[in-house]
């Protein structure tokens, strides 16, 4: 039995591990059992993650490993295709587990650094378009677009307001004043 091949692990954390042993295979390497657990740690995440929560969960699991094994792995995960590298807040470097789920694309608050993730099939079609026209086969892609989410707005707002000032009602025009403003 392979690092990492254990009874009861679920089918796509088995076909990941599959994937990337043959990954590693290619360059010569093994799958360890350090490199098994990253990632059936790593598919046990949802959403976007730094690389501190996925060593937290490591250590939680009870998995003795170092950072710097994390840190090299995480590479190559990305280059098999088991996961990707995600938002980029601050300094801080996110992933995202992609295999076996849904391709999406990612709105970022600059501000608090929410992440909101989308499908817009627009886009799909677009960037299909474009590659064609310029003669490049797409193999992936990456979109964030980045902006202000509206809770970051409205406290920008409130923070403007000054002191005592009532926001107005928006009911209509103020009396004595130009209609159709």
Do not use: N
């Not at 290619?26 to 995440?45: F, H, M, P």
């Not at 849904?102 to 992440?115: I, Q, W």
């Not at 009396?175 to 159709?180: C, S, T, W, Y």
Request: aromatic share 6%; glycine share 10%; with cysteine.
């Amino acid at each position: 039995m392979r690092p990492g091949r254990t009874e009861g692990v679920d089918a796509r954390v088995q076909d990941a591990l599959d994937r990337f042993e043959r990954f590693l295979a290619g360059k010569d390497l093994r799958l360890t059992e350090a490199r098994a657990a990253i990632v059936e740690a790593a598919l046990a995440r949802e959403g976007h993650y730094p690389i501190d929560e996925l060593i937290a969960d490591l250590k939680q699991r009870g998995i003795r490993g170092s950072k710097a094994t994390v840190y090299r792995t995480l590479p190559l995960l990305a280059e098999a295709g088991i996961l990707e590298p995600a938002i980029l807040a601050g300094e801080t470097r996110s992933y995202e587990t992609t295999f076996g789920r849904h391709h999406h694309d990612h709105l970022r608050c600059g501000r608090c650094g929410k992440v909101v993730e989308f499908e817009f099939e627009a886009f799909e079609i677009l960037q299909r378009e474009v590659a064609t026209r310029y003669g490049f086969r797409l193999e992936s892609h990456h979109h964030e677009l980045i902006g202000t989410c509206s809770e970051c707005v409205a406290r920008e707002s409130v923070a403007r307001a000054p002191e005592g000032d009532e926001l107005p009602a928006a009911s209509g025009p103020a009396e004595g004043g130009p209609a159709g403003r």
